[in-house]
């Protein structure tokens, strides 16, 4: 199993308006192809962020629900088109569990 971790920076004043988005909308689509593992917000430190992790089986098999989603008409036109004005930037990390890792 692997995890991804996306962390992504929200415009000021748009936090409210794109976890909406997703909780209405992106979703159930993306649910459709990611498990989703953990979804935060923050609100100490570097502000404005979103971070969320996904569990795949296997690298190839991300790369195989990314590509899926990423064809869906449903994800690209009723969310990436109304949620990507809302963001700043992206940042994603593959992470693997280690032995003792309560995740695996």
């Known amino acids: 199993m692997i995890y991804e971790m996306r962390t992504y ?3 000021i004043g748009k936090m409210q308006e794109y976890l909406g988005l997703f909780e209405d909308v992106g979703h159930a689509i993306i649910s459709k192809y990611a498990k989703l593992v ?5 609100e100490i430190g570097e502000l ?8 795949y ?3 190839d098999v991300r ?3 990314r590509k899926a989603l990423y064809e869906d008409p ?3 036109e009723k969310f990436i088109a109304h949620a990507m004005p809302l963001l700043e ?3 994603n990390k593959i992470l693997y569990a280690t032995n003792f890792s309560p995740l695996q």
């Not at 953990?38 to 923050?42: A, I, M, N, R, V």
């Not at 404005?48 to 569990?55: E, M, R």
């Open 9 to 11: 920076t929200v415009k």
């Open 38 to 42: 953990g979804y935060w917000y923050t």
């Open 74 to 76: 449903e994800w690209l």
């Open 48 to 55: 404005n962020q979103i971070v969320h992790v996904w569990a």
């Open 63 to 65: 790369a195989e629900r």
């Open 89 to 91: 930037k992206q940042e």
């Open 57 to 59: 089986e296997s690298l």
